[in-house]
Structure formats: C-alpha cells, structure tokens
C-alpha cells in the first residue's frame, strides 16, 4: 500500500484480556517498528525488526509483551493480561534500509478499562 | 539511555510571529530528524539532518544540527495556523530512534 496501515485504529478492553495490533508496512521497507505514545508525549520505543527477525526488542516493558514478522511484512504485536497501564497509541513505522526517517501509521489508540 | 530534551513544552502564538524550537541532548547523534504530529496521526518526518552545522530549509521552516551533533533547533518564520502540532525531535540512526520530549504548537489565527 502507500502508507502504513495500522488495525484497529481503536480497542478497547477489558483488563486482563489477550490483545492483537498489526501493522502492515510500506511494500518493500525491511525495517519495522513499534513504538508507544501516551498523551503529550514522545514515542517511546519498543521493538525493531529487520526483515523476519527481531533486531531489537530492549524496549518491551515486560515479558506480557510480544511481537512478531513471520514472513518479514506484516506485524502483529500482543500483549497478554492487559494493565491499565498499558493504555497508550501504539505506532508503527517502517522504513528502507538505507533511509533515515521512519513512515508511520495512523496508530492504533488501546485503551484498558 | 539517550535522552532528548525539548523546549519550549508549550507554545502558544499569534499568526504572523515567529519561532524557534530546540532539542538538546548529552549524547552525541550520528543523525537527527525532527518530526510534526497531528491529533489521531502518527507523526510526519519534516527533516533529517547528519552533518555537524547543517542548516536545511524546507519553506518557512529552517532545521539546523549542531557543530558537536548534540542538539538542533527548528524555526519557523510567519507561522500559520496549518503550522499547529506537536513538533518532535528523534535522534540516533538507522537501527533505533530515540524521540524527545516534544513541543506541542499552537498558531492562532
């Protein structure tokens, strides 16, 4: 497609729930990212893959999260017995290897109650 | 941790003013991007910057990367109301982006 997309772009759960995000990057991009924004702040990071594999994930708060790119596309990230806290937008970006500067989606806005 | 300090926070002006934005770290950057963000939207990269003192134009906006790759600013000049956001800086390279704090941009008309 010509833009990332993100799906949902809204869930709401209840807490302790099983959650899926995907994201579908730009065609051709190896490098994709999650990152996590609260209100008013900057994105934080997450997880970076380049292609299939997860080059980076130091930034997963925790181990109730997880994310994935089996086929080095789409990514789908989970997060397991939701918190509160974990309310957030979650974005993704993608990029080309020899590029700096990421394409973002429009995010997905996760809201725990 | 590489951490990126924005400021003003806030800012709030009249159409016509004038403005400036900076981003400061400790660490030093193999390149700095900065970013405008609108409500419901994943932020838009405006510019990247790699060199030591390199100023880059794009319209109204001039970027400018610090000699020691440290910190960077942002001008506008005549600001508008479509300049309205939250404006970031990220820094770090290709593998790992490290966004500041943000400065969030209002222009009223």
């Known amino acids: 497609g010509a833009g990332v997309s993100q799906t949902p772009s809204n869930k709401v759960t209840e807490k302790g729930k099983y959650v899926e995000l995907r994201c579908d990057p730009i065609?051709?991009?190896?490098?994709l990212y999650w990152y996590r924004q609260s209100l008013g702040q900057g994105p934080e990071f997450l997880i970076y893959?380049?292609?299939?594999?997860?080059?980076?994930d130091s930034g997963l708060p925790n181990d109730r999260f997880f994310a994935v790119r089996p086929e080095g596309s789409v990514s789908t990230l989970k997060i397991q017995r939701t918190e509160r806290g974990d309310s957030a937008v979650y974005l993704c970006?993608?990029?080309?290897?020899?590029?700096?500067?990421?394409?973002f989606g429009s995010g997905t806005r996760l809201t725990v109650v | 941790t590489q951490l990126l300090e924005q400021s003003p926070q806030f800012l709030s002006i009249q159409e016509g003013e004038n403005l400036t934005v900076y981003c400061n770290s400790s660490?030093?950057?193999?390149?700095l991007q900065w970013y405008r963000q609108e409500p419901g939207e994943g932020p838009v990269l405006l510019v990247t910057?790699?060199?030591?003192?390199e100023v880059k134009k794009l319209k109204r906006l001039t970027f400018q990367f610090g000699d020691a790759r440290k910190d960077s600013s942002l001008h506008i000049t005549a600001a508008q109301p479509g300049d309205t956001g939250l404006y970031l800086c990220?820094?770090?390279?290709?593998?790992?982006?490290?966004f500041g704090t943000g400065t969030k941009l209002q222009v009223i008309p």
């Open positions: 910057v790699v060199t030591g003192g």
């Open positions: 970006a993608s990029s080309r290897h020899s590029n700096y500067g990421y394409t």
């Open positions: 660490s030093v950057f193999s390149s």
């Open positions: 893959f380049q292609g299939t594999g997860a080059a980076d």
């Open positions: 065609s051709g991009h190896t490098a």
């Open positions: 990220a820094g770090g390279g290709y593998q790992k982006v490290t």
